[in-house]
Nanobody, 115 residues
Framework: QVQLVESGGGLVQPGGSLRLSCAAS????????MDWYRQAPGKQRELVAT???????NYADSVKGRFTISRDNAKNTVYLQMNGLKPEDTAVYSC?????????WGQGTQVTVSS
């Protein structure tokens, strides 16, 4: 089993920044990819950013140039640096980690962008 713990959400004004973290722990496993998703009220969950074990990254068009996904391999942690936040970025953000033991989801963290 793999456990994921997320942190870093909160309330921020438009144009502000937040950094989300997702730490994976558990018995022996290999991480293949670590992704961030979000789901706004009344909308489907969408893939925000993805990072493979080889370092390849991909972003939703709506966040390109504003969000950056990074990973600390030693800590089995993935980060999402969010700059230039907009009200439309308001959502519950969840990490998903694909491992040798399966796919796991974090508990989700609320990000609210409002003045």
């Amino acid at each position: 089993q793999v456990q994921l713990v997320e942190s870093g959400g909160g309330l921020v004004q438009p144009g502000g920044s937040l950094r989300l973290s997702c730490a994976a722990s558990g018995s022996s496993f290999v991480i293949y990819a670590m992704d961030w998703y979000r789901q706004a009220p009344g909308k489907q969950r969408e893939l925000v950013a993805t990072r493979t074990s080889g370092g390849s990254t991909n972003y939703a068009d709506s966040v390109k140039g504003r969000f950056t996904i990074s990973r600390d391999n030693a800590k089995n942690t993935v980060y999402l640096q969010m700059n230039g936040l907009k009200p439309e970025d308001t959502a519950v953000y969840s990490c998903n980690v694909l491992t040798s033991l399966g796919s796991y989801w974090g508990q989700g963290t609320q990000v609210t962008v409002s003045s």
